[in-house]
């Protein structure tokens, strides 16, 4: 597996930004303008992709399923997403708009036909947790040779393991495992940000987060810090709008919290190598030590701690580093030398120096 590749134009992996997707799933409630509205708001709010979800639920369910006890809906599930299904004729229309305002467009395919469909529109796949086990989506959806993102949700690590191998079998070589908990929303609790280098260094792929949790940083942030390759959210236009996904979704101006406080993460990480950055410049130089002379010093008189100390010089030369202090002692000046003077090697006569 490729541990660095590129959606559209975003390169994604190891020592590249975090890819923040915007998951605006089936919160267009069927209205074309809301989910125009959907791209902008995730335009302004920084993030790297826009997300939908594409899905029949004659495909998706059985007609006896029932209702969902979660939800607290009195239509049965089948209805629910029959309500839910977003028009394909959206697809040419929705793609071209994310690219317009410089993000990459992604759709999760719940069924095979749904991913030659989407393949001429899509810059990369997303994998549903629940889909996970649909191993004959998984080869459909690996054969097309776009980068693949999949959530792990509800997931066992035997069912991961198989899914993996399938993707691999297929032809996929470009994978992001996303650990998610599937709840909606989830406790902040059970989000368990410490499997993403788990599920990375298991898999030899790059991991994230499919956050399902209400609050629009603290998840995020975690998962950033934690190297995250990808990481997803759920938003809406406003939590008041009718439908199963909007009430725990975020809300656009959260949105747009959320990729600045990973982008920060991100700052604040750093390239890991140590070294003097150029803010420490100016106090490396004013506050680090030197040795220097507390009074006047004739040429051949011996340097002891009574005329030499190690201060810190401030807008003086650099002189002798603290480290040559003990060589120092008892060796003579090798010239005149006035008190608060930064000490050279010239200045001093003695075996060594």
Request: charged share 25%.
């Amino acid at each position: 597996m490729r541990q660095t590749f590129t959606i559209r134009d975003r390169r994604v992996g190891a020592g590249a930004p975090c890819f923040v997707i915007a998951e605006a799933g089936s919160n267009h409630n069927n209205d074309l303008d809301v989910a125009r509205a959907l791209i902008e708001a995730a335009a302004e709010a920084g993030a790297d992709a826009v997300k939908f979800q594409t899905f029949k639920a004659s495909k998706l369910y059985t007609r006896a399923a029932g209702q969902s006890d979660y939800l607290g809906d009195a239509r049965s599930i089948f209805d629910i997403i029959e309500a839910m299904e977003m028009p394909e004729a959206w697809l040419p229309t929705l793609r071209e708009l994310t690219h317009a305002r410089g993000m990459a467009f992604i759709s999760t395919p719940f069924h095979e036909e749904a991913v030659g469909l989407l393949d001429e529109h899509v810059d990369a796949f997303k994998i549903a947790s629940y889909e996970l086990t649909h191993h004959p989506l998984l080869r459909e959806v690996a054969a097309c040779g776009k980068p693949v993102i999949m959530s792990t949700g509800a997931a066992t690590m035997a069912e991961i393991d198989e899914a993996v191998a399938v993707l691999k079998e297929a032809g996929c070589d470009a994978l992001v495992l996303l650990q998610c908990t599937a709840a909606y929303p989830a406790p902040p609790s059970s989000i368990n940000a410490a499997a993403i280098p788990a599920l990375r260094e298991r898999f030899g792929v790059q991991a994230g987060l499919s956050d399902h949790s209400r609050d629009p940083v603290a998840a995020p942030m975690t998962a950033a810090a934690l190297g995250a390759a990808v990481i997803e959210k759920h938003y809406t236009l406003s939590n008041r709008l009718p439908g199963p996904d909007h009430a725990f979704a975020v809300e656009p101006r959260e949105l747009g919290r959320l990729v600045r406080r990973v982008r920060e993460v991100e700052a604040i990480l750093g390239s890991g190598l140590k070294e003097v950055h150029a803010v420490e410049e100016e106090l490396r130089h004013f506050a680090r030590r030197s040795l220097f002379t507390t009074a006047a010093i004739k040429a051949g008189e011996r340097l002891t701690r009574e005329n030499i100390d190690v201060l810190r010089r401030g807008k003086q030369a650099e002189g002798l580093d603290p480290s040559w202090l003990d060589r120092v002692l008892g060796a003579t000046a090798a010239r005149d030398l006035g008190p608060n003077q930064p000490l050279q090697a010239a200045d001093v006569t003695s075996p060594g120096l």
